[in-house]
């Protein structure tokens, strides 16, 4: 088998393996919605006074957050003590259901075969593994599992997973299916360092923008809830997605949003300054307003008003969080569309 | 006010009452639509009018960047074209509409900028505020005690020490029976957030004004030509407002060879050009020459300018002869690209010498792939080289001193003579070959221009052309510095906490002494809990851990 067979084998496997894992994920969720529906109902049948221990004993056999059902949804509002860290995020990881635990183990195995694939595409190539459509979409994704990967050994965002892996699924399956190309020498226009750094920093800027932007989804059904639950004043919660009542509110998810958006507006940043700097040197202009920077422009621009939307009163909280989606698609739509359809100076698709 | 009354920091606004406010005169209008400028909620819609200005620069081809497109675009869309041009839609970068959001957005940035550089500064120069009574109230609270028989005074001693060496300032403030330190860090941040913003108007600044001082310049070279960087000698020249001609140093530029590397070990790629170099010879005014390679990634710094190497192509030799034989044109002609094998297409205009003007349009594949009409190129480089010529007599439209594009053809004024509807068949030559035009004009010829000319071996035959830009932005480097700048307060500002920190020592009845530490966060501090608890874990370490295990600390 020569390299770029292994690569591609590696990858179609990493791609089914990703769904594997996105689907034990998804049960995971749906475990946690049983499991509110089972507490609720029990709650309901007694008396507001055994809530409180019905709720512990819920809490034990689940894996994350039960208690904030409590606290949030006024299932047994004022009853139970608040626990030292309401964020519902720092539970011990022997309460994590098999799912869960199965659904990670599946997203490292993915991740190591998404690696190999491409770290021998890269060698078998004699560079880089991100040097056309496919190959950006290879590392891309493989950033982003990365960033999943370490921030969920830092906070527990493993709940996130039917998002996360759910996107890399999609975006891996398509770009593999779609934007294949053999490996072909660089054109002299790419010749150059700043394609390691360039093309590096923007990937992994779209990897955190990605979390980030699975953050805010959740963050928008959660806010969603809340604000139900505020108005109807009612103790059945929502009917649907009933697992957000395990998952942290909706004003810890912004927070989370906003650091893991921040570190992907940096690099962004950066992108943007190293492609000025490259745009010099090889097509004698740092800026020239090419398709590509004027869309790479809107996407900074948009995350810089998601920053002062996060400090101006009023838009922090769910407006904020759609900035921040409308900023990610914009970088989804700045890779797939601008590249594939837009005449432009960043022509290397390869398609 | 330091900050925007909207800002998410600054305290809430009072509930309307109802009472009618006071008339505004001129001052208080100006200064409510001041306040309207510089508020976050403005800033904010700017910044989202500006995204969404920039859209239509991607979907509509662009002066700046692309004037073929848009002349191509007038052509495609006759009625659209007009009225997209009216709002500026190929110029939306220079437009007044984009102008006016980004100018607006730029005073409302300086006008929020000025007041909160002023609140710092002062804010920098005061001391940590008073501690709080009761510190238990702060979100981030530790309670410790010590029974060391150590007086208050003396832990905070130790706890101001502790304090300043991770870079707090410290102010003690003691009273009857209790100590304690009031301490503030993270004055970076602001630091951080106003250096990012002013670097952002010293980029807009040094672009817009200084952007003025520079030019550009396009030039194509054939092998073996030589450019003066002169006004003159320039095919286009684009000076900024404020240029001046005598700045250009008249340095000499030779494009001595151009070479081309094609793939031809990766059948996926056979063909692909992997290398383009530009051999040339510069000679500054002086009269000192230097030999340099210009490649794509690789542009010749020289005598203040920058040369790039931004295309390339044939350049086919072609000469005209009367009918007595005397050369009345011979000029290589740079015939532009049309695909990736480098069909090419170039003009030839014979203005002189012979009985009627004659224009011809010719084309050129380096290997001439089929075996009859229409002809392609199957390979970039001279394998087969074959030239086709499509001649016209007339008027070329050019002795009304109207200046003419040298790769177009006008035929209006003029007919055809091979090729088309002729019925005569277009002339096709390969290099060394020579043939008579219609209607007995004379003889034209394609030259091989190889050192050792051959029918076997083609290498070599047709000279190559390379396109050059020249540019001088004296800016660049400002503007460089002012991103970097830009990044580094970016960072700072996004990721430096500014926060308070108190700690308090009481003395108890019994002669131990209780003590609190408490934290207070300004703007965002996720950090700022575990900041508190390890302060307090260094002034007075635990004995046992309390802290569960498995605890992850964000």
């Known amino acids: ?351 | 006010m330091s900050r925007p009354s909207d800002h998410i920091d600054s305290a809430a606004p009072a509930p309307a009452d109802g009472i009618n406010q006071p008339k505004l005169g001129f001052v208080g209008w100006l200064r409510f639509l001041w306040r309207q400028l510089t508020s976050m909620r403005t800033a904010l819609f700017l910044l989202l009018m500006l995204a969404i200005a920039a859209v239509p620069g991607s979907l509509v081809p662009q002066r700046s960047s692309d004037p073929n497109g848009v002349t191509q675009y007038f052509t495609d869309n006759p009625d659209l074209a007009p009225i997209l041009d009216k709002v500026q839609m190929f110029d939306v970068y220079s437009s007044a509409w984009f102008s006016a959001i980004y100018i607006l957005l730029f005073v409302s940035l300086i006008g929020c900028v000025i007041p909160r550089t002023k609140h710092h500064w002062l804010a920098l120069r005061s001391k940590p505020p008073r501690t709080p009574a009761r510190l238990s109230r702060l979100s981030a609270f530790e309670r410790r005690s010590d029974d060391s028989g150590a007086t208050a005074e003396a832990l905070i001693d130790d706890a101001t020490r502790q304090l300043k060496r991770q870079g707090y300032r410290v102010e003690r403030f003691d009273a009857a029976g209790s100590a304690s330190v009031s301490a503030e860090r993270g004055f970076l941040r602001e630091t951080g957030n106003l250096v990012f913003h002013s670097a952002l108007v010293g980029i807009l600044v040094t672009v817009g004004f200084g952007g003025g001082f520079g030019f550009s310049g396009q030039r194509v070279l054939v092998e073996g030509q030589t450019f003066v960087n002169t006004l003159l000698d320039y095919d286009s020249f684009n000076p900024g407002r404020f240029f001046n001609e005598s700045e250009l140093a008249p340095y000499k530029l030779t494009l001595d060879e151009f070479g081309v590397t094609y793939e031809t070990q990766n059948l996926d790629a056979y063909g692909q050009a992997i290398d383009y170099r530009a051999n040339v010879t510069a000679t500054s005014p002086d009269g000192d020459s230097t030999e340099a390679t210009i490649k794509v990634n690789d542009p010749l710094r020289f005598a203040g300018t920058d040369v790039y190497l931004l295309g390339n192509g044939y350049a086919p030799t072609i000469t005209v002869r009367n009918p007595a034989g005397d050369v009345v044109f011979s000029d290589s002609i740079p015939f532009l690209p049309q695909d990736a094998q480098l069909t090419s297409l170039g003009i030839v205009k014979v203005p002189d010498g012979l009985a009627e003007q004659l224009g011809m349009i010719g084309f050129f594949y380096p290997t001439q792939a089929a075996n009859e009409p229409p002809f392609f190129s199957s390979y970039p480089d001279l394998a087969y080289p074959v030239l086709i010529l499509n001649v016209y007599s007339g008027d070329l439209g050019i002795n009304a001193g109207v200046p003419k594009s040298v790769y177009a053809l006008d035929v209006d004024d003029m007919k055809q003579l091979t090729g088309g509807d002729t019925g005569v068949d277009s002339i096709e030559l390969t290099p060394g070959q020579i043939t008579d035009l219609p209607n007995g004009l004379g003889t034209v010829s394609f030259d091989n221009v190889a050192a050792n000319p051959s029918t076997e071996n083609y290498a070599g035959s047709v000279k190559r052309f390379a396109s050059f830009d020249v540019h001088h932005d004296p800016t660049q480097l400002w503007v460089l510095t002012f991103a970097i700048l830009a990044l580094s307060g970016l960072i700072t500002s996004l990721f430096v906490a500014r926060r308070r920190v108190w700690v308090k020592a009481t003395t108890g009845a019994d002669g131990t002494v209780a003590l609190e530490y408490a934290g207070l966060a300004r703007g965002e501090d996720p950090g700022l809990e575990a900041a508190v608890a390890a302060i307090a874990e260094a002034h007075i370490p635990t004995p046992v851990p309390t802290e569960p295990e498995g605890r992850i600390t964000p």
């Open chain 1, 1 to 351: 088998m020569t390299l770029v067979e292994i690569s591609n084998l590696c990858l179609w496997s990493a791609v089914a393996v990703y769904a594997l894992a996105f689907i034990a994920f998804t049960f995971d969720l749906a475990r946690r919605s049983a499991e509110v529906t089972a507490a609720l109902d029990a709650a309901e049948r007694a008396q507001l006074e055994t809530a409180e221990e019905r709720v512990g004993v819920l809490a034990n056999a689940s894996s994350t957050t039960v208690s904030p059902i409590i606290t949030n949804d006024g299932v047994a509002r004022g009853k139970t003590r608040r626990p030292a860290d309401d964020d519902g995020v720092e539970q011990p990881a022997a309460r994590r259901s098999p799912s869960l635990r199965i659904g990670v183990a599946l997203t490292v195995i993915a991740f190591l075969l998404h690696l190999v694939a491409d770290v021998t595409r890269g060698i078998a190539a004699g560079r880089v593994p991100w040097a056309n459509m496919y190959e950006f979409a290879m590392t891309g994704t493989l950033l982003i599992v990365a960033v999943f990967l370490v921030v969920i050994t830092r906070v527990d965002l493993r709940f996130l997973g039917t998002f996360v892996i759910g996107l890399v699924t999609v975006l891996l399956g398509l770009a593999t299916a779609n934007f294949y190309v053999e490996v072909v020498p660089l054109p002299p226009a790419l010749q150059s360092a700043w394609l390691v750094v360039h093309v590096f920093v923007a990937s992994l800027g779209t990897a955190f923008f990605a979390i980030g932007f699975a953050l805010s989804v959740v963050q928008l059904m959660q806010g969603r809830r809340e604000r139900k639950l505020g108005v109807v004043r009612s103790a059945q919660p929502a009917g649907r997605f009933r697992f957000l009542l395990t998952l942290p509110n909706a004003e810890r998810l912004e927070n989370l949003a906003y650091r893991v958006n921040i570190i992907g507006f940096i690099f962004w940043t950066f992108t943007l300054m190293a492609g000025a700097i490259w745009a010099e040197r090889a097509w004698g202009r740092y800026w020239g307003w090419d398709t590509k920077e004027v869309w790479t422009f809107i996407i900074w621009v948009i995350f810089a008003g998601y920053i002062h939307a996060r400090a101006t009163r009023g838009w922090r909280g769910s407006r904020a969080a759609t900035l921040a989606i409308v900023g990610f698609s914009a970088v989804m739509f700045n890779f797939v569309v601008v590249n594939v359809f837009f005449k432009g100076l960043h022509a290397y698709s390869g398609l």
